[in-house]
């Protein structure tokens, strides 16, 4: 027996106070929701907590991206949509996040996209040495690049 409206708009409720009360940001309990309305409302209605989240949640992180293009992918079986919710959250994130970049990666060789994935990757390469280049011509030194490049030159 599915659960009745009313009892579905509790939990929504609950949740809704667990949000406001958690530290920001807290992807966690935000992945925890939207993995809720997942199973208990339609895909739709996923997708448009997802953007809400997106566009107005302190807790929506990088994580809460990932989470979102692999249940795309893996639950609700579309590709497209997953590799559009993964280009969000690089344009929002980009360089800051090489881990997401990694599980774009990751996700476009699982999708069999070998061609995309190199490009992906050979692009973030590319970048992050143009970076390092600059950063070494004006005397600074940033690890974060330096770390990024290493991990993605291993991955290549």
């Known amino acids: ?18 949000l406001e ?11 925890n929701n939207l993995a809720f ?6 895909a739709d209605e996923f997708r448009d907590a ?3 989240a997106s566009e107005s949640s302190p807790h929506c992180t990088w ?9 795309e992918y893996h639950v609700l079986g579309s590709t497209e ?20 970049l990694a599980a774009y990666i990751n996700f476009l060789t699982g999708a069999n996209d ?8 050979s ?6 040495l143009q970076i390092g280049v600059r950063d070494r011509l004006a005397n600074r030194v940033d690890p974060s690049i330096q770390d990024s490049l290493s991990f993605f030159w291993q991955k290549r």
């Open 1 to 18: 027996m599915p659960p009745s409206n009313a009892s579905l708009d509790l939990a929504d409720a609950e949740y809704a106070k667990l």
């Open 21 to 31: 009360d958690m530290p920001k940001p807290c992807p966690l309990a935000l992945i």
């Open 37 to 42: 309305v997942r199973r208990q409302r339609s």
């Open 50 to 52: 997802f953007l809400e």
């Open 63 to 71: 994580e809460v991206y990932m989470f979102a293009a692999l249940t």
């Open 81 to 100: 949509a997953a590799a559009r919710v993964f280009r969000l959250g690089l344009e929002r994130y980009g360089d800051r996040e090489p881990s997401l």
């Open 114 to 121: 070998l061609r995309g994935a190199r490009t992906e990757l």
């Open 123 to 128: 692009r973030s390469v590319l970048d992050r």
